[in-house]
């Protein structure tokens, strides 16, 4: 009986519309995740009511209105043309591999979004009507953290944990420092890199300090020191600034680059609770005020463009860049549908599955 074989590519989510009313829809379903805001179910919630409801949803729609397009949102429609191209390339595979051994397995590929459409219920439940045999979900998110890939995983496992026949199931692990994602992104920055150029910023998400902490396995580890993430150990192995750090290194020796031309800084923080520093907005300000006028900018934990990179990256932080005397900001496109990237993905699943 040939195999059928699921490839889910899994990412974060948007909102269907960047109307208030679905912007306010995928915002709830987003900060209600205990793994997001993790604090007691009756703080969050009246945080949510009396702070982030109210007002959030009116921005954050202003915001998707500037980045949204005529394929519509573009998390998605990248997300989408990425699917085709790496099908593509699995059944050019397939069939080569066929001519020359016989059958081989079918591989399926489809993109499931933890917040939004489309959802992990939705593709699972299409997965099960293909007849997928073995199931490998692909996190889209290159460092770990519980607030994207844990919650994506847990999502995929409890909707397949109600289902009658649950399928064989692998989930590939974080990829910060995979050659196959190191050589892509390096060949992004590359292209927008310049003589000229005086920083490479490589701007990474957020997250709260506790989530770091919460990570630290030992417990006496994480913010013990100011080097506790300049080396991946036991201790700190799922510490997502530990991960964003160990990528600035891989792409600084992969680019060949004086890593004083570099800095590493993180974006989208959200509330007033500490979070993970240096912060990329103070630092685009910071390096204009000191006379660095031409700066290139790359998101390495985003592989696709977003409301993060082309809002809050291209236009507002160019703003803030440009007022406070700067020049240039050249922005690096994230990985997005391209042949490198897919042959990449198929690359580091191969590492951990035999499946693809």
């Not at 051994?101 to 593709?123: C, E, F, H, L, T």
């Not at 649950?166 to 692990?173: L, Y």
């Not at 060949?256 to 912060?279: A, E, K, M, N």
Request: proline share 6%; net charge negative; aromatic share 8%.
């Amino acid at each position: 009986m040939e195999k059928r074989r699921g490839l889910m590519l899994l990412n974060l989510g948007t909102p269907d519309s960047p109307t208030k009313k679905d912007v306010k829809t995928y915002l709830e379903e987003f900060l209600r995740d205990p793994r997001v805001i993790d604090i007691p179910k009756i703080a969050r919630e009246a945080l949510l009511r009396a702070v982030i409801l109210p007002r959030r949803p009116k921005e954050s729609a202003e915001a998707y209105e500037q980045v949204w397009s005529e394929k519509g949102s573009p998390l998605l429609a990248y997300g989408k043309s990425l699917v085709t191209v790496v099908q593509e390339l699995v059944d050019n595979e397939t069939q080569n591999s066929s001519d020359k051994q016989g059958a081989q397995s079918k591989v399926i590929v489809d993109i499931a979004m933890r917040y939004g459409n489309p959802s992990i219920p939705d593709v699972l439940q299409k997965f099960e009507e293909r007849g997928v045999d073995e199931l490998v979900v692909f996190p889209m998110y290159p460092q770990y953290a519980s607030a994207s890939t844990g919650t994506g995983v847990e999502r995929v496992m409890s909707t397949l944990g109600k289902q009658w026949n649950i399928p064989s199931i692998q989930i590939i692990p974080s990829y910060f420092d995979h050659p196959a994602y190191i050589e892509s992104y390096a060949r992004l920055i590359t292209s927008t890199l310049t003589d000229t150029t005086d920083k490479l910023i490589l701007s990474y998400h957020g997250v709260p300090e506790r989530h770091c902490k919460k990570s630290d396995l030992s417990g006496n580890h994480c913010f013990q020191t100011d080097t506790c993430c300049d080396q991946i150990t036991r201790a700190n192995r799922y510490c997502y600034r530990a991960q964003c750090i160990e990528t600035t290194k891989q792409l600084i020796a992969k680019l060949d680059i004086d890593p004083d031309r570099v800095v590493t800084t993180f974006q989208s923080r959200l509330g007033r609770t500490p979070w993970i520093q240096p912060y990329t907005d103070e630092k685009l300000t910071e390096l204009a005020n000191k006379g660095f006028t031409d700066i290139c900018i790359a998101t390495p934990a985003f592989v696709t463009d977003c409301l993060e990179t082309l809002e809050e990256i291209a236009i507002r932080g160019k703003e803030d860049f440009e007022t406070a005397g700067g020049k240039h900001l050249r922005v690096v496109p994230c990985l997005n549908d391209s042949e490198h990237w897919a042959k990449a993905i198929i690359d580091i699943c191969r590492t951990h599955s035999k499946w693809i």
